[in-house]
Every structure is written in C-alpha cells, then in structure tokens.
C-alpha cells in the first residue's frame, strides 16, 4: 500500500514541472502484492484473464446451485400433491433458482467470456480499467455469496424473481428473505454496471491499429451491445430495488395500495429492465454462435452487417416490448395491441439472426466439433424457443398462455437453448485457448447428446402441461385438474422430471470432461483454424496478451494472415501460406520493447467486501453500516492514493532492464 | 381432436411428446383436463381460439421450414474434403428478402391479433355484472343489486365458485384485498389479474351449462397453489332457482337437535369472522362478523349458504366425496345445473377433508398462522388458524353447516 | 513582509473586531462585546509583536543562515488556510454566545481548515520541489477533497432548489419547473448546435444560474415555506367536522388537488350541474342499479369530479359512530371526504371499508355538504 513515492533525489531536469515518473521510494503499510503465483495471485489480479476465468469458475459454481434448485422443483411437480418441498421452501426454491441462474449463472458467464475475450479480440493488452474489472468480480462474488446466505439464516426470498409488489412487502413476506435478495442484486447490480462502462470504453478506445468498428469480431460487437442494454437497464433496476428496500426497511409506501400506489409501478419498472435482460442473456451467447459457426464452416459470416445491425435493433427495440410480460395485468386494449405489435417486431431481427447463421453454413464445409454442436444446438432450440414466443405475442393468445408451464417452456428453450448452449459452444471453442489444453471431443459428444436429449424433455413437455392449463409456480398440482388424456399433466410432468436429471447428467458430463482432460497434451497453438485476434496469440495467452500489437487490415484478421486468395478477377482460390504457429512466431519475432502492465491491488477486493458488510448492516444493524462505510471509505482511499503500476522496488526481485514507461501501459483507474 | 389414452408405448409417447414439442402445431387436444386452453366454451375463448390455432399451426409451419433447410445444410455442406468455400461476406439483396418476408409473415399476424384485442374488450353487450374479489387464498364473488342476471333484489355473497346463467354475457369486475391475483377460466375466457385498488373486467359466457375449473395464475404468496375457483354454468331457469335459493331467509336449526347446538358452536367459535346472514344473537340483534378486525385482508367467506357450493377453502378440497363429486361434474350438460342445485347431502359429504380442515385448517392449507410469524401483520392471521376445536364440537358444527343450504 | 504566523494573526484580529461590531450591535449584554473586544485587542498585539520582530524572517547580515534557515528552503506557496483557520475560531466563538448552528459551522469550518494546513505543510516539505510537493498534497487529499466537495455541492443546489420549491405557492412551482425545463433545454440545444461556444462561456452560464439559485434558495429559506398541510383528506376532516361543512377550511386551501391513481378506479362519482351524484364505473354500471357496490375490506380508488361550477367537496356518511362494535372502534371516523374540489377538479378518494352496509341501520350515504339533492347510496355486501 504505498501512499505516495518520493521522487529521485535529484530532481527531475526538464524543468517543466512533470514530476518524474520512477518512483524511488515509497511511503505506506504494505508492500504491493506482486505474486504472480499463489492465492494471492488470483485474490489481488487485475489482469482481465485471471479475472475472466474466476467469473467463469463461480458461475459454473452457480449453475450447479441453481440446477440443484431445478432438481428439487422438478422432483416436487414429479407427482399430484408432492411432499419433497413444503409450499414455503418450494416458494424460495423457484425464486432463487432463477435468481441464481439469471444473475448469477448467465450474466457472469457471458462476463467471463466478455473479460477474457474482448481485449483478445480487439488486440488490446487489458480492458480499460483493470482495478475496476477486479472490483465487479470480487462484487459479484460477494453479491452471490450474500444473496444465498439468506438460506442460513430464517430463509431465502419466496416472492417470485419478478417479486411482484405489494406480494414482496413486509406483511406478506415477513422473513429477510426479499432483503437478502434485494440487497444481493442490487450488489451485483453494481458489478455489472461497473463491468459494462468498463467494457463499453475498452472496446470505443483500445482496438487496436486498423481495427475499425465494422472489423470488430462479431462476439466483441454483441458484448458491446450488451453491455450498452445493462448500461441502461440496470438503472431502471436498481431505481425499482432502492424503493423496495425502502418500502421494506424504512417503512415507505411506494407500492401501499391504501396509501395510494398502484402496484403496477414495480411490473413497470421490473420489466422495463426485465426484458432487456433477455438480450442481455442471449446476445452473448448469439455472438459466441457467430464466431463458431464461420470458423467450422470455414467461411465468414454471412451479412456481418446484417448480423451486427441486427443485434443492435435487437437491443433497441428490446426497450419497447416490456409490457408484453403484462398483457393481464390490466392495460388497457391500445396499450396491449402497441406492445403486442412492438413484440412482434422484435421477432424479425432474431429472425435474421437465425437465417444468417442457416447462410453462413450454406456452402461451408461443416466440421462437428462439440463446439460446433452446441452452436448448431442454439440454432435449432432458439428457433423453437422464438416461435412459441410468437404465439404469446399474440396477446389473446397469451392470456391463455402468460404465468403457465407454457412460458416456462418458452422461456428455457430461449434461456438455456438460446443462451446456455452458446455459452457451452464457448468453452469447448475456447478452452484450449484459456487453459492450452483441449477438451476431449468424446466426452464432449456425450456432454451435448445428453444435454440436449434432456434438455427437450425436461422443457419440452412444459409445452403440453401449460397449454393443458397448468400455472406456474404451483407447490403442487391436483389429479382433480390433471385430465386423463393422452396430454395429461400426470405422464407429461413426471417425463418432465425425467428430463431435468437427464440434463444434470450432461451437465455433470462437463465436469467430468474437464476432470478427463486435465492430462491431455498441450493442444495446438490454432487447434481450430481460426479467424479473429484472440487467436494470434499463444494459448494461454501471456499476461500482456500479444507481444506486438496487432495492426488490422481485415475482418477475420488472423484467417487472412494464413490464407491468401491467389485466384484470378473474379474466380477466388484461398490457399494457406503460413499455418497459425508460423504467424504466431512472426509476432514474437517483433515484440514490442516496453510492456507495462498495470499492477495486482489489494483495494477492489476489500471495497467489494465492505459492500455485503454495508448490505447485513442494512438487515440487522446499524453498527454493520458503520463498520461496512468505514471499511469502504479506507478502500476508496487505499484505491485513489495508489498508482497504477508497482514501484519497482516491491518487485522481488527487481526486474531487470530499462525502467522508461512504454506507451502501452493501461490507464488505470 | 380426441386421442384416446394409452399408457403402455412410452419411448413412442416420449417421440410423439418430443415431436408435439417441436411443432407446437398439435397441443391442446385432451378431452379431459378442466383447464384445457384448447377447449373452448364460450364465445370468448372462442375468439382466443380462433386466432391461436392458425397462429400455432403458422408457427409450426415456419419451424418445420426452418429446421429442414437446417438439416438438408447440416448434411449436404458437412465437411467431405472439399475446397476451401469462397470468402463471400454475404448478399444484401437475398437478406432483404429474407428479412421482408417474415415482416410481413408478423404484419398479417397483427392485423387479426389488435382486432381480437379489440373485440374481447368490449363491454356494450353486457347482461350481468358480477364482482370478485381476490384474497390471500381464496375468491369472493359478489352479485350486486341489478335488473341483469335476471334481477337481483338482493346482495348475493359466494365464494370460491361463480354461479352463471347460460348464453348470458356476463361481466367479471374484480379487484383483489392484498396482493395481486389472476382469474383464470381457461375454457371460458383468458386470464385477468386482479389488482388491489384497480378494478380489471373480464368477460365471461359459456354456451353450456357446466362446471368450468380455474386457478389463480399470478403467484400469490404461500398457498398460491391452494387458490382455484370454478364457474358453474347453469340455464337460466335453474339459475333462477340457485338465486332465490341464495336470497332466501335464514332458518334457525330445529331446537334440540345437533345443528341447534352446532348454531350456538358457530356462534361462539365462529362468527366473529365467519358471517351468516340472519344469525341473531340472544337479544335478537343481528350478529355482524367483524372479519375485518381479525384477519389481515379483512375478509372471510360467507358461511350462509355454504353448503350450495361443492368445494371449500379456496376451492381447493371437495365438499363432495369422489363419487358424488364425480356424479355433479361428469354430468350432462341437461343434468348438470340440476345435480348442482342438490347441494351437500349429509351422505354425500366428503367428511373427511371437512373435518380435517376444521380440525386444524392450517395444518392441510399452508397460511400464516403461526403466531411468531404475524409481528409484521399486528397479529392478524392470514388466513383460518387452528381454533382448536374438540371433536364434538366439529360434530355439530358440521351438523350445523350441512343446513346451511 | 507578512509572514504565515503574521497573517494568521493579522486575519485573526480583523474577524475579532468584525465579531466585536457585530455583536455589539445585534445582541443585549455586554459580556459578550467585552470578551470579543479582549480577544481582538490581544490578536492585534501578537500581530504588531509578530510583525516587528520579523518572526522567522532571516537577517541578511547572517551569511551562516542563508544556507541553514528555513528561508533557504523553497518558500512555501500561498495559502488561504491560515485565514481560513481563523474565520472558523472566530465562528466558533461567535457561535459560542449566539446560536449552535453558528458554532457548528465554526467547528467544521476550523478542522476542515486545519486539515488542509496540515495536508499542505507536510506535503511541502516532500521534497525541494514545489510542483511535486503539490502533486503530492493532491495525492493525499483530492480523494477526500473532491467527493465532500461534490457533496456540499450537489447538497447546497438540492436545499436551494428545495427551498425555493417550497417557497413558491403551488401554482408557481409547476410554472417554475416549466421555465427551468425550457431554460435547460435551450442551454443543451445552444451546446449541441454550437460546438464552438467556449467551455469558460458555458462554466460562466452555469456558475451563475447556480449563484443564483444558491441566493434564491438562502433568501426563500429565510422567507420560510407557504404553509403545507399534511392532512390532505378523510380522517382527519372527519374529526373537525369539515366534512358536514360546504365551507372552506384552511386544509382546503392548502392541501394538494392530487389524483392518485386515474387509472382503473373503482368508481367516478360525478357532482354535476343539477346538484346530483351519479357514478360511472371502469365498463357498464349494473343495469338498474340505483347505488354504488364497493368490496368490502378491499382498497377502492373512488374519484370525485366536480361539474357543479361551485367549489364542493364529497363526503361519505358510514352510519352512526355506534355501529361498529367494541370499545375501540369509539374513535373511528364514520365519515370520510375529501377537501374542497374546485369546479372542473377531480380529487382521490382510498376507501377500505370493513363494516358491511348492513351494519348501519340506514346504509352508508355519499353526500356533497352544502347541495340538498345530491346523495348517493353506497353498498358494501
């Protein structure tokens, strides 16, 4: 924790006044942490790699969570009148299962893959504020932490992820369950907030020479998209949680009826940030779909543009359609038919989006891998996914629909089939590059075989028992309404709870890959053949990322660093004329003389940690707020008062060499 | 659109599930299940199910095209050895008309889908307005006075069922005491939420007479599952009946009896929330349930007629045994309002669920009644606590309740 | 001339004498005159000493102490913290005899003042250099500075514009928030179309719109607020008998017109110009039905709109007092209205109401005081 450096002791000659960059001799309690080995390594990081890959990990970790909460409810709904859950635990189970997987699961995994990705791909050396990348991680790490805690103590939300209003206020939720969960999100919130002006900067400043917006890989164009929706949405959010936790702990009246609120309000602004929300699950995973698909269809994608100003509309619009999760609620028939048409008009550039990845495979050469798979899987459960999502566009039709098993069907296949998938087609695609190491393609079949299979059958016979008139969110349901037809609820719910352990198995499989794989020989420095920037770097990449900077010249930058088109006029004929390893090392041959890269901190991990001190402090006691606001102030402090890079002199030992800062050295915040 | 059951080829059930899964084209063809949403019986589902069913058929439609020009990609383009595909980075032209057609595939599907959003809003044709009140976990349905439905001189208080003249367009005005609710009659109409300090119509009419099965559809808090309603339809001239039967004067069980002692029970026990119009207490004054005073929504059902209905807390348990239950609701539509108006023979009571309710409500029906758990509500219960009531007293208070009809 | 210690002491004793004034003028009692009179005539002495002896000024005849002396030593840069250190003992002890706000702001004003002395005095003697030695004093103190300052700052522009908010009688305030909107909108349209207007322009706009509304808020919060009464409806009408009374009460004139919740309301009650109650309903009334239905127990938006071209209020008679049962029901209304509705003005009426009509032997009545004919039965099942 050095304070402040003393300059040299001679002063510095220029004579301008600029104080001297090289620091001599520092003030201060702690020495920085330096490791680059050991806990601390990764506790202390700021390097958007180690940073990415801890997302990934804890969100694996929640998905696991959450899916154990899927299991449960599944296993309560197996039969009429289940006993596996009281209504009460069964209450907390559905909401925290998609808190978990909503927030804790997808956002952060997209997260991972966008931290560890983006800078990759956009040839920079990290993103644009590493002590604030390292704060959202270790925020949302806590956020996840906090929320689940409430299952220890007297019990975890039990209003729904949506908590309705006035269902959510004290009266009708007495135990802290909705505080631990408001108070968790709105942690997290902070994280994604804090991560997405991050990334939004990263991408608008650090792309590298030639790089222009339209040469931007199409995953880095999606997480930009993204992260301008959660720029946008989380406010509306955080607004909507900052009045609940009002209503609730500080005795406001936003959502008392008697007192004159109309509980609307909430579904309003639950769902004005809600429905972006999905984009903001799927678009990550529809960028991975389309880095995937033109690598093992050896082609570019089809219509870039298309696909890029496609997910752009989508984002767009997607601000406009919210009220279409309350065609019930009582609107009013103009306002139903406006957000019914909106709705509708979302449709057509997913709808491009799913045409232009059928295109870019048309006269490919197809090459299955899992990862390929996985993408092709997204195609086809996405698709499903958005045409049942028409059929409630359709607001008629989805008064009969809205709050049944039908929605939930819908929505899985669009969550899991549209999201999930993607982000599995990612790790295959990108493990090797992450960990230098491939996954076993064997085990990797089973994993999307399994997955699928279970998939469909946990989520597909949803489609029967919604339309068969069963709500959502029922501990239980009755013989008396189950019907005795071939669709009756009996056979379809108990096939249903078949397939989500199915599913858990090929989840497991994953683990079990990774597990089978750990001794696998170091994969090849381009196993894929690939096409974008994050590839032209070794695998895994070093801690600044590519000796030189890239300088760009075309989309699939790295695919034309290998093939050159030696047809004639109009005929093309791509031939390789350098394999990846030899571009590579071309690379390194040119290094770039001085890297700086912005040094581990102490201070983004003890700020996050105040946060949850503040948020218990909130529940129980004022003295916890004191505590978590002190904590918090000493680390804006530590935060502000430290330089960017290490002093030298904490380095053990001290590296060698000229000491002059090269312009590369991230800004560091 | 009838498939008749069979339970032994399951891998071919699961295929055919998976397939029904995928096209979405063939749902909704059970005869059996109450909440059906492909069934029917009302002109305004009617209207729901006009525009659904091409729209799903569309959507399968599209699916099935979809996913063909998927596979017949997967398979011819698979990678056999062949060349390096050229570079080519798209055709605007070809993705111009890809991207018309399906807008134009969604602006014919928006056309009927304002006009049905139109339609079912109506409200000019009304005949009978009925009021429903959503509470933490059951219906109130209230009639107020009117010259529709046939005349009504007098406020009828029901629950958890809706009792309907046939061909009638009727008007459902609901709002809800605590949180939001959902009326649900899937084969009668689409759902409604019911909101508190909003008022939200729904229009209701069935063809037939018949039982109509709902449930409440917006997550209601702890026993959201327990809250289910049915809609009776019944024709005009048995409706009529059930009316009059409902507005008629409260008889005092005969003295000496089982009932009369029940009667004194009731009053002890349970009128301080449980209102039954003309109870009189020893001065002759009429006993007035101060529900409001003792539970947090303010509300109970009203007992007077109890025993008309055929379920109870929250329409959640029969107040038939399986038999005559399966008697009423398996009726013909010419039979059904007539063995509906039979009411709860002491035969015909299912007993055991009644009892157990009286017993210890809580226990069967998770509430709020616990008293550690009521610091936020000043004590007030949601929903009926254990009274802890002996077992003779069950007996004449179920003596007393079977009169009440 | 003037050294540090100088000028502290200088600073000093001018605030003493202008507290001396001061207080002579504005307060009874000459302790107080006496004891600022002391403080400011021993302030000038040590000033007059101070500036005499030349405190820690260096003789140029001492060719040893050109070298060693603290004068050799990069002279310190200037400061407004010593004069500011004193202003704030000064407030302090002019708070002391007068009022504890006046004492507050002294204490703040005195430690922030040392802090930033202190902050500055260590940070000069880092190094021989002044430029880093300011580096480091904003290293040090701007994460501090710089989030109080923004939160004085952003404080102070809240208060002001709350003040002159509730200054202003209701009508002005919607007026006033229309012209800043305009004001705002034609400042970001004069920004956007005119990329080339100079940042010192823009800051100078600024700093004087906030000046102004700083003053504007210190002086309407002198003036005090237009009076708010909290009560805007029902209970509390009920106990001081308004609610039987066409006339207007204070809480009439002060309370706010406001319609809550427009829509989806249980019920519209119209007043109009032939003095009778008629009710509209969200869809068609019962056919027939002469009175209002409301549920019981359950929170009912009613809206009452005026067309009676004379300010009337709507007034809901729930029986006599006696027909709710148990002593603690003696205290509860058994009226309710709202306040006076000008002609054209709709106004919210929450009823919960848990008693059933039954329970009053006359049934429950809606009733506009001052109009005969107007009355309108309400049911409650």
């Known amino acids: ?669 | 659109m009838e498939t008749t059951s069979t339970v032994n080829k399951m891998s071919r059930r699961i295929r055919i599930g998976l397939i029904a899964a995928l096209g979405l084209a063939v749902a909704g063809c059970a005869q059996d299940a109450p909440q059906d949403t492909f069934d029917p019986a009302g002109e305004n589902a009617q209207k729901i199910q006009d525009l659904q069913v091409p729209i799903f058929i569309l959507a399968g439609v599209v699916g099935l095209i979809v996913l063909s020009v998927l596979t017949f990609v997967l398979i011819r383009f698979r990678d056999r050895g062949q060349a390096i595909p050229e570079q080519s980075h798209g055709n605007p032209m070809l993705e111009i008309v890809l991207t018309i057609i399906p807008a134009l595939i969604l602006i014919g599907i928006s056309i009927p889908t304002v006009g049905t959003i139109l339609a079912l809003s109506e409200t000019d044709d009304t005949e009978c307005i009925i009021n429903v009140t959503g509470q933490q976990w059951w219906w109130e349905v209230d009639y107020p006075v009117q010259d529709g439905c046939g005349g009504i001189s007098d406020v009828i208080i029901t629950s958890g069922q809706m009792v309907i003249p046939t061909g009638t367009e009727v008007l459902v005005r609901g709002t809800s005491r605590d949180v939001i609710h959902s009326w649900w009659i899937p084969r009668l109409n689409g759902k409604k939420d019911m909101v508190p300090g909003r008022v939200h119509n729904v229009r209701l009419q069935a063809d037939e007479p018949g039982i109509y099965a709902g449930q409440c559809t917006e997550f209601c808090g702890l026993s959201h599952a327990n809250m289910r309603m049915e809609v009776i339809a019944m024709d005009p001239d048995d409706f009529e009946t059930w009316k009059a039967g409902q507005m008629a004067e409260y008889v005092a069980p005969e003295e000496g009896t089982l009932a009369a002692e029940g009667e004194a029970t009731f009053i002890a026990q349970c009128s301080r929330c449980h209102q039954v119009n003309g109870l009189e207490d020893d001065d002759g004054n009429p006993i007035i349930a101060r529900p409001d005073l003792q539970v947090y929504s303010g509300a109970t059902p009203n007992l007077s007629w109890l025993m008309t209905r055929n379920t109870f807390a929250g329409a959640s348990w029969d107040l038939l045994t399986p038999e005559c239950r399966a008697d009423v609701w398996d009726a013909s539509p010419e039979t059904v309002g007539e063995k509906y108006l039979e009411g709860v023979s002491p035969e015909c009571l299912n007993s055991v669920d009644f009892r157990e309710w009286l017993r210890n409500a809580p226990a069967k029906k998770p509430m709020y009644t616990d008293p550690t758990e009521l610091e936020e509500t000043g004590g007030l219960p949601r929903g009926m606590p254990d009274l802890g009531l002996g077992e003779d007293q069950i007996d004449q208070l179920v003596a007393y309740l079977l009169e009440r009809q | 001339m003037f050294t540090t210690g100088s000028k502290f002491l200088i600073g000093s004793a001018v605030f003493a004498i202008i507290a001396t004034i001061a207080y002579g003028i504005s307060q009874d009692g000459v302790m107080g005159t006496i004891g600022l009179a002391s403080a400011a005539a021993a302030l000038s002495f040590l000033a007059g000493v101070n500036i005499f002896t030349h405190d820690s000024n260096v003789s140029g005849s001492d060719a040893s102490a050109i070298d060693s002396c603290a004068a050799a030593e990069p002279a310190p840069a200037n400061s407004i913290w010593p004069l500011a250190f004193a202003l704030g003992a000064v407030v302090l002890a002019v708070g002391l005899i007068t009022y504890q706000a006046v004492f507050i702001i002294g204490i703040v004003l005195l430690l922030a003042a040392g802090a930033e002395w202190t902050t500055q005095a260590w940070a000069e003697q880092a190094s021989a250099e002044a430029a880093h030695n300011s580096e480091v004093r904003s290293r040090i103190a701007n994460p501090l500075e710089f989030p109080l300052a923004a939160a004085i700052g952003v404080g102070l522009i809240v208060y002001a514009f709350s003040r002159v908010m509730l200054w202003l009688s209701k009508t002005n305030t919607v007026i006033a928030l229309g012209v800043l909107g305009a004001i705002i909108v034609s400042v970001a349209f004069l920004l956007a179309y005119r990329p080339g207007l100079r940042s010192r322009t823009a800051v100078g706009v600024i700093g004087v719109g906030v000046l102004a509304l700083v003053v504007g808020g210190a002086a309407a919060g002198l003036d005090g607020e237009r009076d708010v009464h909290e009560q805007e409806t029902t209970v509390d009408l009920a106990h001081e008998g308004i609610c039987e009374s066409p006339e207007e009460f204070e809480a009439d004139h002060n309370a706010s017109q406001s319609v809550a919740a427009t829509a989806a309301v249980a019920a519209t009650i119209t007043l109009d110009d032939s003095g009778e109650l008629n009710y509209e309903l969200n869809g068609p009334r019962p056919e027939g039905a002469t009175a209002l239905t409301l549920q019981r127990s359950s929170p009912s938006n009613v809206l009452f709109s005026n067309k009676s071209g004379e300010e009337r209020r709507l007034s809901l008679n729930l029986g006599p007092a006696t027909a709710g049962s148990g002593a603690d029901e003696e205290d509860a209304p058994h009226q309710v209205c709202t306040t006076l509705v000008e002609f054209d003005g709709e106004q919210n009426l929450t009823l919960i109401i848990g008693l059933p009509s039954i329970a009053a032997e006359d049934g429950y009545h809606f009733f506009v005081p001052g109009v005969e004919s107007a009355e309108l039965e309400l049911i409650v099942p």
């Open chain 1, 1 to 669: 924790m050095a304070i402040i450096e003393r300059p040299p002791e001679t002063p510095a000659e220029t004579g301008t006044g600029a104080p001297a960059a090289a620091a001599s001799e520092s003030y201060g309690f702690f020495r920085r942490p330096v490791e680059t080995k050991g806990w601390k390594a990764w506790a202390f990081t700021v390097d958007h790699k180690k940073i990415g890959i801890m997302y990934g990990a804890i969100a694996m970790m929640f998905f696991f969570v959450g899916g154990l909460e899927a299991l449960l409810i599944r296993l309560q709904l197996a039969q009429a009148d289940g006993q596996i859950l009281s209504a009460d635990k069964y209450n907390q189970m559905f909401t925290m299962h998609a808190t978990t997987m909503v927030f804790l699961f997808v956002m952060p995994m997209a997260a991972a893959f966008a931290n560890y990705m983006i800078p990759l791909q956009i040839g920079a050396r990290d993103v644009a504020f590493p002590r604030m990348n390292a704060l959202s991680l270790w925020l949302f790490i806590f956020g996840g932490i906090f929320i689940n805690s409430s299952w220890i103590l007297g019990g975890a939300a039990d209003g729904g992820w949506f908590m309705y209003a006035p269902n959510s206020s004290v009266p009708f939720s007495p135990t802290n369950g909705v505080d631990f969960w408001v108070l968790g999100l709105l942690i997290t919130g902070i994280a994604s907030l804090v991560s997405a002006i991050n990334l939004i900067v990263t991408v608008l400043n650090m792309r590298a020479p030639g790089m222009s917006l339209m040469r931007m890989p199409i995953f880095t164009w999606m997480g930009l998209v993204t992260q301008l929706l959660l720029l946008f949405a989380m406010p509306v959010i955080t607004v909507a949680l900052f009045l609940l936790m009002f209503q609730r702990n500080y005795d406001a009246t936003f959502f008392s009826v008697e007192d004159g609120a109309d509980p609307l309000l909430w579904q309003h602004l639950f769902w004005i940030f809600g429905h972006p929300e999905v984009y903001i699950i799927v678009l990550p995973a529809f960028g991975i779909v389309s880095e995937v698909l033109p690598v093992f269809s050896k082609k570019p994608l089809f219509g870039y543009p298309f696909v890029v100003f496609s997910g752009a509309a989508i984002g767009f619009v997607g601000f406009g359609v919210w009220a279409h999760h309350m065609f019930a609620a009582g609107l009013g028939p103009i306002s139903v038919s406006v957000f019914a048409v909106a709705t509708m008009a979302i449709a057509i550039p997913t709808g491009v989006k799913i045409i232009n990845w059928t295109l870019t495979m048309w006269g490919g050469k197809l090459r299955f891998t899992t990862a390929m798979l996985f993408a092709v899987g997204l195609i086809v459960e996405f698709t499903i996914g958005g045409l049942s999502g028409v059929t409630h566009a359709v607001a008629p039709s989805d008064t009969q629909q809205t709050d049944t098993y039908y929605i939930v069907a819908h929505f899985h296949y669009v969550i899991f089939g549209g999201g999930v998938l993607g982000l599995f087609a990612g790790m295959y695609y990108w493990w090797p590059k992450i960990f230098g190491k491939m996954l076993n393609e064997t085990w990797g079949r089973w994993n999307f075989w399994v997955m699928i299979i279970g998939m469909n059958l946990a989520f597909g016979p949803m489609h029967i028992v919604g339309l068969q008139g069963q709500p959502r969110r029922m501990y239980v349901w009755t013989e008396n309404r189950a019907g005795e037809g071939f669709f009756n609820l009996g056979f379809w719910n108990f096939v249903s709870t078949i397939g989500a352990f199915i599913l858990g198995v090929g989840a497991l499989l994953f683990l079990f890959n990774i597990w089978a794989s750990r001794k696998n020989p170091p994969a090849p420095i381009d196993p894929w053949d690939a096409r974008s920037l994050e590839w032209l770097t070794e695998s895994p990449p070093k801690e600044h990322n590519f000796d030189r900077i890239p300088s760009v010249n075309s989309l699939d930058e790295f695919f034309h660093r290998k093939y050159e088109d030696v047809g004639e006029g109009d005929q093309h004929d791509y031939k390789r004329v350098a394999t990846g390893a030899e571009v590579i090392a071309n690379e390194e041959a040119h290094a770039d003389a001085h890297i700086h890269m912005p040094s581990p901190s102490y201070w983004p991990i003890v700020l996050a940690f105040s946060v949850p001190v503040l948020a218990y402090g909130v529940i129980y006691s004022s003295l916890l707020i004191a505590a978590g606001a002190a904590i918090a102030i000493m680390a804006m402090f530590g935060w502000a008062l430290e330089p960017p890079t290490a002093d030298e002199s904490e380095f053990d030992p001290p590296p060698s060499g000229d000491d002059e800062p090269s312009k590369e050295v991230a800004v560091s915040v």
